[in-house]
């Protein structure tokens, strides 16, 4: 996985554990002391397996053309907006100027559309693979697919890698 798209989802992570940080100690409730190092440590494999499972629905996406329309981007907005209207003016704002903000909701909207396209083209077979399988089947469809240098650029090299064979399901 690009090395600088699991920083960012790491800093992304750490960015939401402080903010219920902040929450929690406002509502006096007492906090745990890890350092951002531990955290770091702790939600590694999290941070790995979100990142290729985006890179695996934007595959799917891409393979069969999904993806947010302005409505639907709008649709989302306004509701945000409508369910806290004292802060409408300031939600505006915020996405007009963070076009960011804008790429991550339409992101997340792409997301849920993948999600229900699985859902709807699923046929359901019982069947034992081991974990070195299952990577082996995961890394095929990276392949597939152009992968990416750690800048995030396409290139034609893949990287994955397998732990133990342990048997999932």
Do not use: W
Not at 51 to 58: H, M
């Amino acid at each position: 996985l690009p090395k600088s798209v699991v920083e960012q989802e790491k800093r992304n992570i750490l960015k939401q554990i402080r903010s219920e940080r902040d929450k929690a100690q406002a509502n006096g409730e007492k906090l745990d002391t890890k350092t951002d190092k531990e955290l770091m440590e702790e939600y590694s494999d999290t941070v790995n397996k979100r990142v290729l499972l985006g890179y695996i629905f934007n595959k799917i996406a891409k393979q069969e053309g999904i993806e947010a329309t302005d409505d639907e981007l709008n649709s989302v907005l306004l509701n945000e907006i409508n369910a806290r209207p004292d802060l409408g003016n300031r939600i505006v704002e915020y996405y007009r100027n963070n076009p960011s903000a804008i790429n991550y909701k339409r992101a997340e909207i792409t997301e849920q559309k993948v999600v229900n396209f699985l859902i709807s083209e699923v046929k359901t077979k019982e069947e034992m693979k081991t974990e070195k399988e299952v990577n082996d089947l995961v890394k095929a469809l990276l392949e597939d697919d152009d992968s990416t240098t750690e800048d995030g650029n396409e290139t034609n090299e893949s990287e994955t890698s397998s732990t133990s064979n342990e048997e999932v399901k």
